[in-house]
């Protein structure tokens, strides 16, 4: 069964640049068929899916986010990687990666980022 483990620091200040890496383990991220996303969670704005990369490496994005997130990979380590750019403290959440198919998800266990001066 496939397993996700997301990763990065727990706190960014203001106008800085997150970036989390999500370490996919049995199973490839070349896989066909799967969407390898982000997901966020907050007590305000509740459940929020960010964006995605495809099989092929193409990305698809939340319309909101478009403008500061970007979804790359790194297929000789089998990890993709989320890049949040100018973040606030509205940024601030359980940030989740996962492997969607439309069918069956699987979640990592989620990463807290803090984001405060």
């Known amino acids: 069964q496939v397993q996700l483990q997301e990763s990065g620091p727990g706190l960014v200040k203001p106008s800085q640049t997150l970036s989390l890496t999500c370490r996919v383990s049995?199973?490839?991220?070349?896989?066909?068929?799967?969407?390898w996303s982000w997901i966020r969670q907050s007590p305000e704005k509740g459940l929020e899916w960010m964006g995605a990369?495809?099989?092929?490496?193409?990305?698809y994005y939340r319309p909101s986010l478009k403008s500061r997130a970007s979804i790359s990979r790194d297929t000789s380590k089998n990890q993709f990687t989320l890049q949040l750019s100018s973040v606030t403290p509205e940024d601030t959440a359980v940030y989740y990666c996962?492997?969607?198919?439309?069918?069956?998800?699987?979640w990592g266990q989620g990463t807290q980022v803090t984001v405060s001066s």
């Open positions: 049995s199973g490839s991220i070349l896989t066909h068929g799967y969407l």
């Open positions: 996962a492997r969607q198919d439309g069918t069956e998800d699987y």
């Open positions: 990369i495809g099989t092929s490496g193409r990305t």
